[in-house]
């Protein structure tokens, strides 16, 4: 399916706030819109905490007018934190065969869902609109591009690069990607590894995530680039043992990795 962009000079842009690790709060012309909204409470099952911990709260950002959620990782779609939300919201989620996410936010009292096809913009006002693109990963997972009024972003979150995308909508303006190591339990609860085959795993890791976001510059060449995504920390006792290894890259490490693009 091809996608048709239509490429204009943006007159305005948006107020985009990073509230919190994934959380985006866009607001353009009256219209407010959060993604993957997680601002109180632990993530996998209590082993994830925010680090460093958000200053605001789900009252402190107001009513929206929509809540977009990309996938069903509990650091995206969070149920403590959506429950401070009307569940009369309109709420936009991708389109995945197994209809697992819907039935998850009908469980959680949300009424009007939008289930967005993939690569099917959907207008989100006059001049606001949207496209899902999957992820090229196993995981169902999604890119988000966001359109206000001509002002273009793409929110690779955690999805990786889909090279397909760029064919479709070509540059943006701002790219949002996650830029360090994520949820999985590899390498660090291997047994059968040496911590030094797991140090070199994390970092091999780290890299992948600094080339990833000079992929999407060098793709989509934006303007702007706002590492997201990654601010979150294990915080159980149990999980002591593991911090010393768990390595991250930080705000200066892609300063340097992105300072000889154009």
């Not at 070509?170 to 790219?175: H, I, Q, S």
């Not at 043992?241 to 300063?255: H, R, S, T």
Request: charged share 20%.
């Amino acid at each position: 399916t091809t996608v048709s962009i239509t490429h204009q000079e943006s007159t305005d842009t948006p107020t985009i706030t990073l509230v919190s690790h994934a959380t985006l709060l866009f607001e353009y012309n009256g219209f407010t819109l959060v993604t993957d909204p997680w601002l109180v409470g632990e993530a996998f099952q209590g082993s994830w905490t925010q680090y460093p911990p958000t200053p605001l709260d789900p009252d402190d950002i107001g009513e929206v007018d929509a809540i977009w959620i990309t996938h069903e990782h509990s650091d995206h779609l969070h149920p403590q934190t959506l429950a401070h939300f009307d569940g009369s919201i309109p709420v936009y989620i991708p389109e995945f065969r197994c209809q697992r996410l819907r039935r998850r936010m009908v469980e959680l009292g949300f009424s009007n869902i939008t289930v967005v096809p993939n690569r099917q913009p959907v207008q989100l006002t006059q001049d606001v609109h949207a496209i899902c693109f999957e992820s090229q990963s196993v995981w169902n997972d999604t890119l988000q591009y966001l359109n206000f009024g001509g002002f273009e972003i793409l929110n690779a979150n955690d999805a990786g690069i889909n090279r397909e995308v760029a064919d479709s909508i070509g540059t943006v303006d701002l790219v949002s990607s996650a830029f360090s190591q994520g949820a999985s339990g590899y390498p660090l609860t291997w047994t059968h590894l040496s911590e030094q085959d797991k140090q070199s795993t994390i970092r091999q890791s780290n890299s992948g995530q600094l080339h990833k976001l000079e992929g999407l510059v060098d793709l989509f060449d934006p303007d702007y680039v706002l590492p997201f995504a990654s601010f979150q920390a294990l915080w159980q006792p149990e999980h002591t043992q593991y911090l010393d290894l768990q390595e991250k890259n930080c705000p200066a490490d892609i300063v340097d990795c992105l300072d000889h693009t154009d």
